[in-house]
């Protein structure tokens, strides 16, 4: 059998691990707040970002994307994955 998902709306933004980031979403900022994302190697140039999912800790580095599910989950996606499965949304 084959399958196609359902077309859905996520939230997403690209994360630069660039301290002068200033487009990082309220519901990231909020995350951070709540430990749910936390960062790795911060001040270096192999910061990262580990990110609570519900199929436990990623990690997420410069150049990915980190989307918000429809359920409100977090989860970092590459930028290759991201762009051959969204566009973006009217």
Known sequence: ????KRPIVIEAFQ???DERQTEDPDWACAAIREGLI???NLGTPEVALLIDTY?????ARQGDWIIRGVKGELYP??????????EPAD
């Open 15 to 17: 994360w630069t691990g």
């Open 55 to 59: 199929e436990g800790t990623m990690t």
């Open 1 to 4: 059998m084959r399958f196609c």
């Open 77 to 86: 996606c590459k930028l290759d994955i991201f762009e051959a499965t969204y």
């Open 38 to 40: 936390r960062f790795l």
